[in-house]
């Protein structure tokens, strides 16, 4: 079956230190997108990618970089820059067309202490 | 800029109640709408979407219709059931390529045996 696929699921991690959180899609969409999601509230949008090779920024980029060098992946690293990075973090992806709707990812819930 | 405002939870309700959550919306262009659902420890998933004015969404007993007079795409369900128990999310979607969406807060819904 076709989806995206967020590992791992659960990351812990010491103040200051980098982390990547991977996605993977086998849904041959050209867009992928990363949301944060903090307790109680909505999703706010970090970066998307509408095809290989390049990205843009979303709402709240500041501390987060991404790479899009294949189309079934789209890496996000939380920089230690990122003041407040414990949240939950969920990768999605579509046809880059218009009414395409989001399918996403499991989420990977990343703490840090 | 585009923004999406949902009634505020938790909503509790009894099994097979009536299930209304309000959402409207503002927007610069002529906007597609969704309803996603997430369930406990999981990624969204797209309950039912709208692309015109005076569409009715529908999927599994939810209901949503595209009123373009009032900015409103209100979430409707005749009998909850247990099951239904999740966190709705309200979105819109505007551009030509890639669709990126813009989610309302959510409204964390729980059906009572």
């Known amino acids: 079956d076709g989806g995206i696929t967020q590992s791992p699921k659960y990351l812990f991690r010491k103040e200051g230190q980098n982390v990547t959180l991977s996605c993977e899609q086998n849904?041959?969409?050209?867009?992928m997108y990363w949301y944060r999601q903090d307790p109680g509230q909505g999703l706010r949008l970090i970066y998307y990618s509408q095809i290989v090779n390049d990205f843009q920024k979303g709402d709240i980029a500041e501390g987060y970089s991404v790479s899009r060098e294949k189309k079934e992946s789209f890496p996000l690293t939380v920089t230690s820059a990122q003041k407040n990075p414990t949240a939950f973090y969920l990768c999605?992806?579509?046809?880059?067309?218009?009414?395409?709707?989001?399918?996403f990812g499991n989420g990977t819930r990343l703490t840090v202490t | 800029g585009d923004s999406v405002t949902q009634m505020e939870g938790p909503v509790t309700l009894s099994e097979e109640a009536f299930l209304t959550i309000n959402c409207t919306y503002t927007?610069?262009?002529?906007?597609?709408l969704f309803w996603y659902v997430q369930y406990p420890g999981e990624g969204l998933q797209l309950l039912l979407k709208?692309?015109?004015?005076?569409d009715k969404g529908s999927n599994k007993g939810f209901e949503a219709t595209y009123r373009k007079e009032t900015t409103s795409f209100h979430l409707e369900k005749g009998s909850v059931q247990v099951s239904d128990s999740a966190v709705y999310f309200c979105?819109?979607?505007?551009?030509?390529?890639?669709?990126?969406?813009?989610f309302g807060g959510g409204t964390r819904v729980l059906v009572k045996p």
């Open positions: 979105a819109l979607g505007l551009g030509a390529a890639g669709n990126k969406l813009t």
């Open positions: 709208a692309t015109k004015a005076d």
């Open positions: 999605a992806s579509n046809r880059v067309d218009v009414n395409s709707p989001l399918h």
């Open positions: 849904l041959n969409h050209d867009a």
């Open positions: 927007a610069t262009g002529y906007p597609s």
